[in-house]
């Protein structure tokens, strides 16, 4: 069964590093998403592509949280520098195609745990 | 602004139970509700989702039960077992270009033996 994957599992980073998580959606699958999960709460969205542009980036804090999805596959989030808060469970998740109501389907992949210290 | 409500933030059920989840919205725009089972340290699965257009969705022990004038909704696991102890999301999305999932804040169910 195909599945998102995504490294690395967990991190732990020093408050002011840089820090960068990577994500390979389902092959075929055009929209991507990224969603932040604190502990204890729903997901919340951070960014969604569709192929190579980015469609949805409204709670993507721009100052220093940074997305790409170059060639429309794979996608590299990236926290310059990372702070204390940042701490939480990165999610990445992958749809055939978000446009049409018969491939809103959303699966996920296992995460990375981030700790900021 | 919370846009999906989800009750209770906790629930313990006897094996062969059944375990209710409610969910609660308030934009009418909302036009897909799915369910996500998660458990600790993995990425939430889609369980089962369902449209407006029917009231009840049944896959195997999981029923979602749609109530669109009330704009609530339910999530029944019939036969509840100690494997289905996870966190239950529900979402919502609306049909605005772009799907755009809206998560509620979840229940952790706890099926004792």
């Known amino acids: 069964e195909a599945e998102v994957a995504q490294s690395p599992r967990y991190k732990i980073t020093e408050k002011s590093q840089a820090v960068a998580f990577w994500c390979d959606p389902i092959?075929?699958?055009?929209?991507l998403y990224w969603y932040r999960q604190i502990l204890g709460q729903g997901p919340e969205l951070l960014v969604q592509?569709?192929?190579?542009?980015?469609?949805?980036d409204s709670q993507l804090p721009k100052d220093r949280f940074s997305a790409e999805r170059l060639k429309g596959v794979d996608s590299t989030l990236k926290i310059q520098p990372a702070e204390l808060g940042d701490s939480a469970m990165y999610l990445c998740?992958?749809?055939?195609?978000?446009?049409?109501?018969?491939?809103?389907?959303?699966?996920f992949g296992p995460g990375t745990r981030l700790t900021v210290t | 602004q919370q846009q999906v409500k989800q009750s209770p933030q906790s629930l313990i059920v006897q094996k062969g139970g059944i375990s209710i989840i409610n969910c609660a919205y308030e934009?009418?725009?909302?036009?897909?509700f799915p369910w996500y089972q998660q458990f600790p340290g993995k990425g939430p699965a889609l369980l089962i989702a369902?449209?407006?257009?029917?009231s009840e969705k049944k896959e195997g022990r999981f029923t979602i039960s749609f109530n669109k004038s009330a704009k609530q909704f339910s999530l029944h696991i019939m036969d509840s077992q100690p494997g289905d102890s996870a966190t239950y999301f529900c979402?919502?999305?609306?049909?605005?270009?772009?799907?755009?999932?809206?998560f509620g804040t979840g229940t952790r169910l706890l099926v004792s033996p």
């Open positions: 998740a992958s749809s055939l195609d978000a446009r049409t109501s018969e491939s809103y389907e959303q699966y």
């Open positions: 092959s075929g699958h055009a929209t």
């Open positions: 592509f569709q192929d190579e542009s980015v469609v949805d």
């Open positions: 934009n009418t725009a909302f036009d897909y």
């Open positions: 369902i449209r407006p257009d029917v």
């Open positions: 979402a919502a999305s609306a049909n605005t270009g772009f799907q755009k999932l809206v």
